[in-house]
């Protein structure tokens, strides 16, 4: 592919899915981060053209996924760096804001690699086998891996809903 083909097929990927990627990066990270993430996925988009797939999306995910690991990773540094240097603790970095919400509670209940097989799937709209090239498995895998999550998922929202449930019960009998 010659220069021109190669940057025109990276301008028709960023029409195409720098918003996805931006969504999906603004919901683990801050705005100014996210922004970040986006241009160093289409960075890498750039020099690996001719690896990314004719089915885009996951790949770029993946990509952005592994640029907030790699980031996230650095500022894990940087601040054991900095309490070392002050002799205190750091604060605790929140990769995702979750809704207070009973699914919210429950999704924070579960491990980060099964929350994040539920939200490729969930929030970011992509099917079994796009969410398992995101995340560098095989299409049964990660199969696999939603259904436990999916499992793990409701039992976390039925211990909610019976705490939700036994405090109403015990207001209800306080208030009669």
């Known amino acids: 592919m010659d220069a021109v083909g190669r940057r ?6 960023y029409r195409a899915h720098a918003g996805s ?8 990270a801050d705005d100014e981060v996210a922004a970040d993430v986006v241009s160093e996925v289409f960075v890498v988009a750039w020099r690996r053209l001719d690896d990314v797939p004719e089915d885009a999306l996951p790949w770029l995910l993946g990509c952005a996924r592994r640029v907030l690991w790699h980031q996230h990773r650095a500022e ?14 750091p604060p605790e970095s929140v990769m995702l804001e979750l809704p207070e919400t009973s699914v919210g509670l429950a999704l924070r209940a579960l491990s980060e690699r ?5 939200l490729l799937t969930a929030w970011e709209g992509l099917s079994a086998a796009q969410a398992a090239a995101a995340l560098g498995c095989s299409t049964q895998a990660f199969r696999v891996r939603a259904h436990r999550a999916r499992e793990r998922l409701a039992a976390a929202m039925s211990r909610i809903d019976q705490q939700t449930h036994g405090l ?3 207001q209800e009998e306080v208030c009669e």
Do not use: C, I, P
């Not at 894990?76 to 240097?85: A, D, H, N, P, V």
């Open 21 to 28: 990627v931006s969504r999906y990066a603004r919901r683990r």
């Open 76 to 89: 894990q540094r940087r601040l054991g760096l900095l309490e070392r240097l002050a002799g205190s603790r």
């Open 168 to 170: 109403v019960s015990m």
């Open 114 to 118: 099964d929350r994040e097989a539920l």
């Open 8 to 13: 025109a097929r990276l301008e028709s990927l």
